[in-house]
Nanobody, 116 residues
Framework: QAQLVESGGGLVQPGGSLRLSCAAS????????MGWYRQAPGKQRELVAT???????NYADSVKGRFTISRDNAKNTVFLQMNSLKPEDTAVYYC??????????WGQGTQVTVSS
């Protein structure tokens, strides 16, 4: 089984930046795609950004131009650079991995709070 460990969340003022990391470890056959999702209180979990093994990316409209997803294939790690953060970006951010067998794994989540 694979495990995902996220890091980099925290409290930041509006307009600030944070960088999230998600490292995959354990029994990994191969990685098809990785991504970030978020869930705010009282709302459903939503897609933030995804990246394929070929580095094709996809972003939610609400974060385009502000967030950048990237990956280090050698380290089985995905990153989310978040700039120009807004209070509405406040949520628990989850890392998701789909492996080469199309099994889905989730991280435990990391809290991002944007507040003055």
């Amino acid at each position: 089984q694979a495990q995902l460990v996220e890091s980099g969340g925290g409290l930041v003022q509006p307009g600030g930046s944070l960088r999230l990391s998600c490292a995959a470890s354990g029994s990994i056959f191969s990685i098809n795609r990785m991504g970030w999702y978020r869930q705010a209180p009282g709302k459903q979990r939503e897609l933030v950004a995804t990246i394929t093994s070929g580095n094709s990316t996809n972003y939610a409209d609400s974060v385009k131009g502000r967030f950048t997803i990237s990956r280090d294939n050698a380290k089985n790690t995905v990153f989310l650079q978040m700039n120009s953060l807004k209070p509405e970006d406040t949520a628990v951010y989850y890392c998701k991995m789909v492996d080469g067998l199309y099994r889905v794994f989730w991280g435990q989540g990391t809290q991002v709070t944007v507040s003055s």
